[in-house]
Structures are given as C-alpha cells and as structure tokens.
C-alpha cells in the first residue's frame, strides 16, 4: 500500500508501534467477541500493557506525550487492522484524556497549580492502568446540541437524571465523560455541561443492551442515570444549549476526527483479505484467482479507492495539526472552527463511502466464504457499515452543513 499513511512525530511513531504490535493478537480476539457480542477484555488490558491508553499523557507524567492528530488518526487505523470495536472505545479515551492533558496545560499556563494537580492525578492513574474513560453524547430522539440528560442543582452538588445510548467501551471503563444540559433559572437560556465520574457513582445503572449489525464487541451499551449525585465541581459549563460555539465544534472536530481510521483500517484489512484469497493455491489444474482478469480487475479498483482514501485521510490530518498550531496562542474564531469541521465532514463522507464500497469488493473477490461467520471479512463486512452513523454528520445532514459552510452560511445551531 505506496499510500499508507505513516507518523510524522517521535511521539506519533512510539504511537503506531504500540497499536501495530497489538494487531494479530486484536484479530485473535475479535471474532469471539463478535459471535457472542462481548467486550474482548483481554485486549484493553493488552492496550493498557503497550501504553496506548496514556499515549496522550506529557511524558512527565509517563506517557508518550502525543499531540499530532494526524498520528492518532494513523493510530487507529492501525487499531482498526486489528479489531474496530477495540479501536472505537479506545479513540473515546483518547479523546477525553487529551482533553485532559490539554486542560492541565492551560491551568499550569494561568497559574492554577491546584488544579494542574488534580489533574496530573488523573493522568497517572490513566498511565497505571488505573482509569479507562467511555464517553458518549447520544441519546434517543435529540442531537448534540440538545442533550436531555439532565443536571438539577441540590444542596450538595448536582443531580443527574436521563439515558444516553453507544455509550461505547463502558464495560470496561472505570469513568464515563459525557455533555448534560442544566436548566436556567428565571427564563435565561439553558446551557451545556460536561461531567465526568466513576461508574461505580450510585444511580449509573448500565442496560446491558448492545446487540447490534456490527461492533458488535465495543460493548456500547446504553446507561440510565437515575438519581445520580455529583459534587458541584464534577459539572463544568461548556456553552448555550442548542447552539453551536467554539469549544462545541472542536470538540467535535478532534474526537470525532481519528473514528474515521478506524474504518480506514478495517477498508485496509479487507483488501489484505482479498489479496490473500487471490494468491491463494488452488488445486492441481485450476488457475489462481490473481490470474484471473475479472479478479485482477477488481484488485486494481479497490487499490485505486484505497489510495484516495488514504491520501484525503492523511491530508485531513495535516490539516488540523496545522489549524491546532496556527490557534496555539491565539482565540478561535467560529467562522474558522466551523470551516475546519466542513472540511471533516467533506472527508467523512469520501472516507465512509470508500470503506463501505472496499470492503464489498473485498467480498466479491473472497466469494462465498466471506459470507460465513467463521471468515473474519463477514464481521469487517457489518463493521465498516457503522461508520456514516458516527456524528457528526450522518449522511442524511452532512451535504446541508457542508453546503451551509462553503457558502459562508455559519449555522448557529
């Protein structure tokens, strides 16, 4: 593959070489925890062992020190080679425990060294195996913008009340981080928080739900919240409820970003299939597939498709390391936040359409085998599929936004 996207970091390559010792032992995994829709603990602790888990960390707090997103998106698409429903819950720990590292970097930069220590707290426990963080911001019949869940003030902190959905990886997890909405006193507007706590925090009551086409091991369960009671530091604003700000769209933008390889690597892992079925040695008389010009025809498509997914991934990449530097002392403008999200959004849709359609290939090349639950292309077949379902945006809203932007039209909402 002359396209696969390789580190640009020391930190990215430490990064990749983690994820890419893992992947046969991922495989090894990945299809019992398909056939009976279970979380493959073995594998996160695996994770845990290579010091994936931490690689957002400051290495002065043990970790790798990773910054680049377009060596964790490389990452996870090695991850995604692996075993995609390990990949996903994995990408939303990084996600949050960047954040983290991110807000220890600010609170060390104005001063606040008490909470620069709670934190560094955190991210120990993060390095020791000790924390491993679920997160999620899904819930029936609303969007990001508006969670349901519900954070009412009482005497000792916040009550938190409803149900969020893919709350993917929580078997696992010893924390979940998730986004709340906090009603307004006096007819102001309400907003949006964050929380995150321990799943072992009384009223978190896991449904034991997920059964699912595909990913069917990322264990991604819904959680009720019944009568949950957090400290009052534990909530923490992050904007207008219903509205899109700043601090919304890049966080959007940066977590969201890597789950697009992970169906990279799954794309990649189908075509490493087809080409082994293509020069596998058939019996005495009859030709290979490989000699075949309908397969080499085939072969040669999916390549083609591959290397424009790879090539607008990478690019991708690049693109928002560049934006996080340019902004690296300087405020985001919206105008630009929102451009940076259309640009993901433009690479969703090529990346998403790309997997979808390699891995189909891939099945045609394999032929009926590829059909069985025992092959390994009949679970990347229903994995590649939950990809236009990540949001932001699925397909049914993504032209409207990307449309909306490149017109100068910044939707608020």
Known sequence: MSYQLKPKTPAGKI???????????????????????????????????????GAFVPEDCGGFGLTSIHD????????????GSVALATN????????????????QSSGND?????????????????????????????????????????????RIDGLKLFVTG?????????????????EKPDSISSVMMPMTTKGIEPQNDWNAMGMKGSGSQSIRFNNVVVPKTAVNPVGPWGHWNTGMLMNRNLANLPLLGVF???AEHAYELAIEAALATKKEGKPRQADLPG???????????????????????????????EFQQKKIPIERAHELLKDHQSMKWVVNRNAIEIVNRAMDVVGGSGFMDNNPLSRLYRDVRAGPFMQPYSPTEARDYIGKVALGIYPSK
């Open 15 to 53: 990064f990749v070489n983690a994820t890419e010792s893992l992947t046969e032992s991922l495989r090894d995994r990945a299809q019992a925890a398909d056939q009976s829709s279970t979380v493959a603990a073995t594998s996160f602790d695996d994770l845990k062992t290579a010091g994936i888990n």
């Open 72 to 83: 964790w998106i490389v990452g996870m698409s090695r991850l995604g080679r692996g075993d």
């Open 92 to 107: 939303m720990h990084l996600a949050v425990s960047r954040g983290l590292s991110s807000g220890r970097a600010a609170a």
């Open 114 to 158: 008490s909470l620069a220590k709670a934190i560094e707290a955190q991210l120990e426990q993060i390095v020791t195996g000790n924390m491993t963080i679920c997160a999620t911001a899904t819930e029936p019949g609303t969007d990001n913008l508006h969670p349901l869940t519900q954070a009412t003030p009482v005497n000792d902190g916040w």
């Open 170 to 186: 929580s078997p696992i997890a010893s924390h979940i981080a998730m986004n709340l909405r906090v009603k307004a006193p006096d």
């Open 264 to 266: 990279l690597g799954i």
């Open 295 to 325: 397969i080499q025809h085939m072969i040669a498509e999916i390549e083609i498709t591959l290397a424009s997914t790879q090539s607008i991934v990478g690019r991708m990449g690049e693109i928002t390391d560049d934006f996080l530097e």
